[in-house]
């Protein structure tokens, strides 16, 4: 398996603050990262992916970087409804995902 | 549009078996392989399995393997993924996806308590 490390587990931030949330690969797995969120009692939802393709319909202030084992989600300007845990997953094989990052507005 | 439909809530007794259904339209049902992922009460992401719905294939997680089935019915565009031998922490909602990460089921809720 291999595993994915996110940092950090929670964090709360002003509306209109940059956040920035990382997540780290057991091994290499290219580009094949993927972001969600997942608000409570809803199934997630793909913000980014291939690491840093925005996903259809998402905002432009959500964006992904990075490559082989380091990678990051950044939204560049909190909103209020950006409240939400955030995942990251590898595709590389099979499935894994991070252990969430939960976001709360101050 | 593009939609995978699931199954209702369950609740079970320790030892019973659970089948959750999946139904996808708005696409070739065929064309993607479908994941498994759950989610226990207040915890994360823990994918299960996938089947390739048009050989019928199928790939576990090593935890899951010998417990967790996932079958396809192509003539009604449904993924099924049954889970035997229940235990209290099995409790989770099932989510159904695709593999293009797009689209997701909107979660079954399985109950297991005696």
């Known amino acids: 398996d291999i595993q994915m490390t996110q940092s950090p587990s929670s964090l709360s931030a002003s509306v209109g603050d940059r956040v920035t949330i990382t997540c780290r690969a057991g091994q290499d797995i290219s580009t094949y990262l993927n972001w969600y969120q997942q608000k409570p009692g809803r199934a997630p939802k793909l913000l980014i992916y291939?690491?840093?393709s925005l996903q259809s319909g998402v905002p432009s202030r959500f964006s992904g970087r990075g490559s082989g084992t380091d990678f990051t989600l950044t939204i560049s300007s909190l909103q209020p409804e950006d409240s939400a845990t955030y995942y990251c997953?590898?595709?590389?094989?099979?499935?894994?995902f991070g252990q969430g990052t939960k976001v709360e507005i101050k | 549009q593009v939609q995978l439909v699931q199954s209702g809530a369950e609740v079970k007794k320790p030892g019973a078996s659970v089948k959750v259904s999946c139904k996808a339209s708005?696409?070739?049902?065929?064309?993607?392989?479908m994941h498994w992922v759950r989610q226990a009460p207040g915890q994360g992401l823990e994918w299960m399995a996938w089947?390739?719905?048009?050989?019928?294939?199928?790939y576990y997680a090593q935890q899951f393997q010998g417990r967790v089935t996932v079958t396809r019915d192509t003539s009604i565009s449904t993924a099924y993924m049954e889970v035997s031998r229940l235990k209290s922490d099995d409790t989770a909602v099932y989510y159904c996806?695709?593999?293009?990460?797009?689209?997701w089921g909107q979660g079954t809720t399985v109950t297991v308590s005696s």
């Open positions: 997953q590898q595709s590389y094989r099979t499935w894994t």
């Open positions: 996806a695709r593999d293009l990460l797009d689209v």
């Open positions: 291939s690491a840093s």
């Open positions: 708005g696409y070739t049902f065929s064309e993607n392989y």
């Open positions: 089947i390739d719905p048009d050989s019928g294939g199928t």
